[in-house]
């Protein structure tokens, strides 16, 4: 380790590059590189200083959302079958499709913590990922569909736990094969995969882009927008810490910005009447005399370019007329 010099470092991200590394990619490496030497640098150790290691500048790009159409067809590549992974990966993609939580909080689900309504839908209180002690905590819903999905899959679990141990027999989502020479069958599923699972069936389905649980996330975010929510709304219901947090979904392209753009241009295009002093001041007495007053009128009103009317005096309710 203290052998490593920084040609062997710029040559090993050259590589990275040449392989189809993306720059975003291999700036995430290059800072747990920093941290590696930063973390043996701190201890003693004679390393590379880690502030050698260059950090590409990233890359802003548009976030990937998912949309419904994209969704069905996923729903539609996995068979509905006896498999015990096919009717567990159902109920994992639809679950993170109503829910909009993040993979890492739907895996860390125990069966105690799931709510059933009698029409199957419910909700669940779920530790927050990322919340920096602001949010610990969050609700999550889903629909009666999805609950018919997870009960169905809870029922195919238990049945297999009565022929084979499960390591988290209380997990909601659990590995269930074998894996090469570990036994490692009735874990808990890991984000890692919960990724591979969603590799697999979007493949299966010939989606364009990976479907994953962070762009239905993007898809919940701009449907609250959308349908009229706030971005306290937007804060609220994906768990984020702060509000700015949800701004990343309050950016709008393609048709989306299309169709605020000409509602807007719509508006201001639209012809409005320009009223005079004294049609404003008539128009004023009108609606003020139409919704029942409001309080006291004046009783000296300039007379000038004003038609004659009744108003209310300080006397006490009689009535003048100009």
């Keep these: 380790m203290e052998s490593i010099q920084i040609q062997h470092v710029l040559h090993y991200m050259k590589e990275m590059e040449r392989l189809g590394w993306k720059r975003n990619g291999v700036n995430i490496v290059a800072l747990a ?190 449907e609250i927008l959308k349908q009229g929510g706030s971005l306290a709304d937007v804060t609220n219901i994906l768990g984020h810490s702060t509000m700015d947090s949800s701004m990343i979904y309050t950016m709008m392209w393609g048709d989306d910005l299309r169709q605020r753009y000409d509602l807007f241009q719509q508006r201001k295009s639209a012809k409005t009447k320009h009223l005079t002093g004294p049609e404003m001041m008539n128009a004023f007495i009108d609606f003020m005399q139409k919704s029942g007053g409001g309080g006291v009128y004046p009783t000296a009103l300039p007379r000038t370019g004003m038609r004659k009317t009744e108003i209310m005096t300080h006397g006490g309710g009689k009535y003048s007329k100009y």
């Design 33 to 222: 590189l920093r941290k590696f030497f930063e973390f043996y640098n701190m201890r003693g150790f004679q390393c590379l200083n880690e502030y050698l290691v260059p950090l590409p500048r990233k890359v802003m790009n548009i976030p990937r959302v998912a949309n419904e159409k994209d969704f069905k067809k996923l729903l539609k590549a996995i068979p509905r079958d006896s498999n015990p992974n096919n009717i567990r990966n159902l109920a994992l993609v639809t679950l993170i499709w109503d829910s909009w939580a993040r993979s890492g909080e739907i895996i860390s689900l125990d069966e105690e913590e799931l709510k059933f309504k009698p029409d199957g839908s419910g909700s669940a209180l779920i530790k927050t990922e990322k919340s920096r002690g602001r949010r610990p905590l969050r609700e999550i819903f889903w629909t009666a569909s999805t609950g018919r999905h997870l009960k169905k899959w809870i029922k195919k679990k238990h049945e297999i736990q009565r022929l084979m141990k499960f390591d988290d027999s209380q997990a909601v989502f659990t590995s269930i094969r074998k894996c090469g020479m570990f036994d490692n069958r009735g874990k808990r599923m890991t984000g890692r995969g919960v990724c591979e699972v969603f590799r697999m069936i979007s493949n299966r389905a010939d989606l364009p882009t990976i479907f994953n649980a962070h762009s239905a996330r993007h898809y919940g975010g701009r």
